[in-house]
């Protein structure tokens, strides 16, 4: 059984959805595991991770228009300390997740045709976001 970790940084440029396949695949590649599972965690309570398709940018777009409905920016809320874009960013990130699971095959990641990880930013701001890939197999 073999254990990899891996931290890399994701600087964003504000609210969107930044790919890091390639971060992840590459992680993968380099530990030498062919069969197990690959845990991608992001350390952070205003942004996200999600699998989502890499084919149609439109996809992406109607997910940020999606989120914008549901978490706007307001001053109903009581959590405002960074300003009006913090406490939705929280709220995004706690209906999203922080963490991915994607199994691992022939020493590569099992995605679908079509899935691609994103970080999705939920902060109108960049920020230097910490991402933690642990892969676990043989």
């Known amino acids: 059984m073999t254990v990899v970790s891996k931290t890399f940084h994701v600087r964003t440029k504000g609210r969107g959805l930044y790919d890091i396949t390639d971060e992840v695949r590459d992680?993968?590649?380099?530990?030498?595991?062919?069969?197990?599972i690959c845990s991608v965690f992001l350390?952070?309570?205003?942004?996200?991770?999600?699998?989502?398709?890499?084919?149609?940018?439109?996809?992406?777009?109607?997910?940020?228009?999606?989120?914008?409905?549901?978490?706007?920016?307001?001053?109903?809320?009581e959590h405002d300390a960074e300003g009006p874009?913090?406490?939705p960013s929280h709220i995004r990130a706690s209906?999203?997740?922080t963490s991915e699971t994607v199994p691992i095959a022939g020493?590569?990641?099992?995605?679908?045709?079509?899935?691609?990880?994103?970080?999705?930013e939920h902060?109108?701001?960049?920020?230097?976001?910490?991402?933690?890939?642990?892969?676990?197999?043989?």
Not at 107 to 120: C, D, E, N, S
């Open 95 to 97: 209906i999203t997740k």
């Open 27 to 36: 992680a993968v590649g380099a530990s030498g595991v062919s069969a197990g």
């Open 43 to 77: 350390a952070h309570t205003s942004a996200s991770l999600v699998t989502q398709e890499n084919a149609d940018p439109a996809v992406l777009r109607d997910l940020e228009r999606w989120i914008d409905e549901i978490a706007p920016e307001s001053d109903v809320y």
């Open 123 to 138: 902060r109108s701001h960049g920020h230097d976001r910490r991402v933690l890939v642990t892969i676990i197999g043989e």
């Open 107 to 120: 020493k590569k990641l099992a995605l679908g045709t079509w899935q691609a990880i994103y970080v999705w």
């Open 85 to 87: 874009d913090d406490m």
